[in-house]
RNA sequence: GGAGAGGUGGCAGAGUGGCCGAAUGCGUCACCUUGCUAAGGUGAUGUACCGGUAACGGUACCGGGGGUUCGAAUCCCCCCCUCUCCGCCA
């Protein structure tokens, strides 16, 4: 949710702001917002005044005499009637400003870049030299089904397509890469959370995901509750509602979860392999701190360089975009994205995504903090992929891959694979 | 799933129709007193919105939403949450 206030100063900023994400869809609703909130602002001191007179009148009423309380009682009826009409007009003035201001996405950052969609996303920083090999690479689910590690027919005959079995060693593997995450994450100070993967609509409406995104999630109707897309949803609400002590900020954690995703309207796009999947494994990471822009973009470096830690120790090439204003979503105000080198795509593709919000998501949740001069502020929120898997096994399978099939570990995943360092035997 | 109890300020806890934005206690903060410490005294101590440069004034909020009433923390209805017992179950 944008302040209101930033709304009524330069409406012109957030309309730019909206057609910059290439949401024209969404510039009718800056307008709409702010007719209402100023017939709203017009009706508050009215309403105000009216309640005023009402408690007063009510105060005065009980010492009266029985005569004059007839008389005041016929009195304030009609004042009764007069003030339904106004809080009438009120609540429907009041839904529809929220209604409108939640479509209102957050303000990209002047240094997002100019775009429609991913194709124009800016690369900031390429880490790592691809290393070039004599032999003719194998993708990882032909590596993976030649070593009786990936069974995509059986998953598609229990879950339909989008489904994944792992099997054996890449089961394993799957898990390394994950704690490994977890365990790094745990050396940088953050806390670690199993967080709950059921949220209610507030939840989804608060990170921003809803409304617009119901058509990407699972929900379980019955119960009112979504399957989470990403364990950002539940971290970053655990403090909704709440009033945090700034001594206590900034709030680090970092969360491994399933997650779901329906994948709707991606038909015929990646349906191969393990890029593009409905459920899968990732550990995420939340910071929450003080509403300071300055800090703010440090811990989005921090955040960044946490992920990068971990590519570079499972020894991959990649490369960091800023994504451009038509591929930012609704809440964000920069996102860099970090794209892992997959030999099958001959491509990076991408693994990470690391976003920065500002307030926007604080308000929606109403987190805030009082500062140590005992102001009330709404948070800044940020997030940031640990490592997803199984997409993060593509880049592991296919770039640490050997001509006969096996794959060789980094040295970090050794320990998570009992001393392991390579898996899988000869099949090529 | 069945039966019951309950949700009030940072916490504890009173309040069952107007004098209640809410007693009291604890905590916290400021000042005062006592040479330190302990103790004591005085005052302050929620959030949001509206008006005002400000001091300040007004309004709303007692889990959430609706209703009854001139007037609701208090009465009625629905929902959410917590706890206890029974059943079922990983």
């Given at each position: 949710m944008l302040d209101i206030k930033v709304l009524r100063d330069d409406p012109e900023a957030v309309t730019a702001g909206v057609r910059k994400k290439r949401m024209t869809d969404r510039v009718a609703a800056v307008e709409q917002a702010l007719v209402l909130d100023g017939e709203l602002r017009g009706l508050i001191p009215k309403l105000d005044a009216m309640r005023s007179e009402q408690k007063n009148a009510g105060k005065l009423m009980i010492k009266l005499a029985p005569l004059a309380r007839e008389q005041m009682l016929a009195k304030q009826k009609e004042l009764k009637q007069e003030l339904q009409g106004f809080l009438e007009r009120e609540k429907t003035l009041r839904a529809e400003l929220d209604q409108q201001l939640s479509l209102i996405p957050n303000i990209p950052d002047a240094d997002v870049p100019e775009g429609r969609d991913d194709s124009e996303n800016v690369e900031v920083k390429r880490v790592g030299q691809v290393r070039t090999v004599t032999f003719a690479q194998k993708t990882h689910c032909e590596i993976g089904e030649a070593q009786g590690w990936l069974d995509f027919e059986r998953a598609a005959a229990i879950s339909g397509s989008r489904n994944y079995l792992l099997i054996g060693d890449l089961a394993l593997l799957h898990d390394a890469v994950l704690r490994y995450a977890i365990d790094h994450m745990v050396r940088q100070g953050f806390t670690p959370i199993d967080p709950p993967l059921l949220v209610r609509d507030a939840a989804m409406f608060g990170t921003g995901f809803f409304p617009g995104g119901e058509e990407q999630t699972y929900r379980c109707e019955k119960d009112g509750l979504n399957l989470i897309g990403t364990s950002e949803v539940p971290i970053t609400s655990m403090h909704a509602g709440e009033i945090l002590l700034e001594k206590d900020l900034p709030k680090k954690y970092v969360a491994r979860s399933a997650c779901f995703r329906r994948e709707a309207g991606t038909y015929g796009k990646d349906t191969r392999g393990l890029y593009r999947v409905h459920q899968f494994q990732k550990v995420e990471q939340v910071v929450l701190d003080v509403a300071d822009k300055g800090r703010s973009l440090e811990h989005h470096q921090s955040i960044v360089a946490n992920a990068e830690a971990c590519l570079q120790a499972f020894e991959l090439p990649y490369r960091i975009v800023a994504v451009c204003g038509g591929d930012l979503?609704?809440?964000?105000a920069f996102k860099y994205d970090i794209e892992t080198w997959m030999p099958s795509r001959n491509n990076y593709g991408e693994t990470h995504s690391a976003s920065r919000f500002y307030d926007y998501q604080a308000r929606r949740l109403q987190l805030r903090y009082r500062s140590e001069a005992g102001k009330v502020h709404y948070c800044h929120t940020l997030n940031n992929t640990v490592i997803a898997s199984p997409r993060a096994l593509i880049p592991i399978l296919e770039y640490h891959q050997q001509q006969d099939g096996t794959v060789r570990l980094p040295a970090a995943l050794v320990p998570y694979m009992g001393g392991r360092e390579v898996i899988g035997r000869p099949v090529f």
């Open positions: 979503g609704v809440p964000q």
